[in-house]
């Protein structure tokens, strides 16, 4: 007969298998039985309950499900500043995960910008790691880019790029290399946009495969990359590749589904009106 503990971890194993498959709806789904065991067996000011709620914020952010994800994130970080205070690295995270779910929910007002300058701060003062200073860059160049600031946006995503290109974590440095190709391409370094889009897509297809949410988001870019350059049937073929794999990993309600679905009408409307 299974114990608490052996249920936390049995359900651990299932949701790191849904992470490695790109599956985050699965994920999510694990990640709200997994909140409330953790919370049970260890206690709702446990470092592990902490670190449960930003895994629930992360996933719930991509799949749609932002009330859940809002509720979970500020829940951590009302307890680190009772429990721990403001000067340490959980509350920089989770800080950076608020003002990344607000983002998500197209949120940009000076807060969410002061939540990042708050965590850069944060990190500069606590002499973050390489990995942390890279991701945080890397959270930020979105921002900018979202917010159609593309010099700034180029400028976060060329130094985490810096920063990564040196370490392990290859799927890292491959996810700014693709989140830098839009930017790139607006700014008018067409070539280096396509030297981008290719490391990442080869990165992806030897780490993940091609059914993976990280290969068709490296898709999603190459079919954006087609479009900027006029290749319109190209850019349409592309983006339909892509839309099963985005609407199994993350659902219809995902942005991510969302966007890909309204490139393809774009697309449609463009070449209709040819």
């Known amino acids: 007969m299974f114990n608490k503990k052996d249920e936390i971890d049995i359900l651990d194993a299932k949701r790191r298998e849904s992470l490695a498959n790109g599956d985050s709806v699965t994920e999510f789904n694990i990640l709200m039985k997994l909140r409330f065991l953790i919370k049970d067996f260890y206690g709702e000011n446990s470092p592990e309950y902490i670190s449960i709620l930003n895994e629930l914020c992360g996933c719930g952010k991509y799949v749609g499900e932002y009330q859940e994800a809002k509720e979970a994130i500020l829940e951590s970080l009302d307890i ?7 000067n340490n ?11 990344e779910l607000n983002r ?5 007002t000076d807060d ?8 850069e701060l944060l990190y500069e003062t606590l002499n973050a790691e390489v990995y942390s200073i890279a991701v945080f860059n890397n959270n930020i160049g979105n ?3 979202e917010q159609n600031d593309y010099a700034n946006s180029f400028e976060c995503f060329k130094k985490s790029i810096y920063l990564l290109k040196k370490t392990e974590h290859k ?11 839009i930017p790139t ?6 070539c280096l946009a396509y030297e981008y889009l290719l490391e990442a897509i080869e990165i992806y297809k030897d780490s993940v495969g091609e059914e ?6 490296a898709m999603n870019s190459l079919a954006t990359f087609y479009y900027e350059n006029q290749q319109y049937h190209k850019a349409l073929e592309t983006y339909n590749s892509i839309l099963n794999i985005c609407k199994r990993s993350f659902g219809e309600n995902s942005n991510h589904y969302k966007r890909v679905q309204g490139n393809i009408d774009v697309v449609q409307k463009r070449i209709a009106s040819k």
């Open 80 to 86: 680190i500043r009772t429990n721990i205070g403001v």
């Open 89 to 99: 690295m959980n509350y920089a995270s989770s800080l950076l995960n608020y003002a």
């Open 104 to 108: 998500f929910m197209h949120v940009y």
């Open 112 to 119: 969410v910008l002061n939540m990042y300058k708050e965590v």
């Open 143 to 145: 921002y900018y880019l």
């Open 171 to 181: 799927i890292a440095y491959a996810t700014t290399l693709n989140n830098a190709v």
């Open 185 to 190: 391409l607006k700014l008018g370094f067409d």
């Open 212 to 217: 993976h949410s990280l290969y068709a988001a």
